[in-house]
């Protein structure tokens, strides 16, 4: 049975009651240090550059071939003939699906030169495709240049600050009624493989619905604009195969602030 999808007002009211009761950042302390920290753990975790490296589970490849057609199905709609942008794309585990899901171009970024190096050499035929070794936080991309934005595991190695600073800069590369899409890991750790030093930042999912509804942008054509969400969900697989409801999808949709009268 997939998990129930959960629209756009009930999931904002719920969130706005959320966040008055208890509006808290969980485990999310910035630091200077903090890029430095992430790089040293990644570098550490893609010497190997495999689903088994990157997912950090033993049942990787199971989880990786069911849950690629589902996360695809929730922006199918949105794929085709649009430029798309992938952050934290590692070794290429949806590159692929997005192109051929349609996608008119596709910028694959991530940090990790490795990464980069499989996902150019799995997916580098594959036309319109370009891969950029790149940290997110200090990416540069011109505004209003992109139609959907997509990310999985990629926020949770950010802090706080950095993930609210992401929310802005998305709000700037989208065009009007432009997507945002991304998926992480919430309370806790899912991968049962061992590891050492964890920095990631297992959130509350309150934390990031309301850093992206804090996200506004100012655009050019004098217009404020803001995410509008669409849907947030649990991620079936991990519900059936390890009876985690904590991988969490969200999905926004860039629209122009209202004012009120």
Known sequence: MSSPIVEASTFNEEVSKEVNLKAKDVSAVDSDDER????????EHSKSPTVEAMMLDSKASEIDRLERPEMMSLISDVISG?????????????TGELVNGGAKSLIAVDFMQTSIDENKRVHGHLPNVSFLCADVTTLQLPAASIDVIFSNWLLMYLSDKE??????????????????FF??????QSGDRARGANPTHYRDPVVYSRLFQEAVE????GLTYRFELKFSKS???????????NQICWRWVKVPVIAEN
């Not at 998926?183 to 806790?188: G, I, L, P």
């Not at 100012?218 to 054509?221: E, I, L, N, R, V």
């Not at 697989?237 to 409801?245: E, G, I, L, P």
Request: net charge positive.
């Open 235 to 245: 991620v079936d697989t991990y519900v059936q195969v390890k009876n985690n409801q």
């Open 163 to 180: 993930v609210g600073r992401l929310a802005k800069r998305s709000l700037t590369w989208l065009r009007p009624g432009g997507t945002l």
């Open 36 to 43: 430095d920290v992430q790089k040293a753990y990644w570098a």
């Open 183 to 188: 998926r992480e890991s919430c309370f806790q």
């Open 82 to 94: 649009h430029d798309m942008l992938e952050l934290g794309a590692g070794i290429g585990r949806f």
């Open 218 to 221: 100012t655009a050019a054509d």
